[in-house]
């Protein structure tokens, strides 16, 4: 009687255990996902027609150098889609055979460009 209790018992077990396996595999549709990539400009250039003059500089406060080598680029506004932004001053390594550029408008055709700063 004993055996017969224990095989009753591997069989449930077996069952219970088997069960889920007689369920299958649930697969849930997972939501689109969409990437949307947006290009710069070519070479920093923004078109614009007669944006104005930008704001009065903001005052920058000119930390201890990183390194003697470096270089102090104060601060600017540069023109962007969303109108004058300012770009606070930060020290940089010069960039061998290379010059910074302020930003500045460029006569193009009819109209104007804005050039953004940077090395060049």
Not at 21 to 29: D, K, M, N, P, S
Not at 77 to 84: F, N, Q, S
Request: some cysteine; hydrophobic content about 40%.
């Amino acid at each position: 009687m004993e055996i017969m209790k224990k095989l009753l018992l591997i069989k449930t077990l077996l069952v219970a255990a088997g069960l889920p396996l007689l369920a299958g595999c649930i697969v849930e549709r997972q939501p689109r996902r969409v990437v949307v990539v947006q290009q710069p400009p070519p070479s920093g250039e923004v078109i614009v027609e007669n944006p104005g003059a930008p704001p009065p500089p903001l005052a920058d406060v000119q930390p201890p150098a990183p390194d003697p080598t470096f270089v102090w680029i104060g601060g600017y506004y540069d023109y962007g889609p969303r109108g004058w932004v300012w770009i606070g001053g930060h020290w940089d390594r010069p960039h061998p055979g290379a010059r910074w550029m302020a930003g500045h408008w460029e006569r193009r055709g009819r109209g104007s460009v804005w050039i953004g700063a940077g090395w060049r």
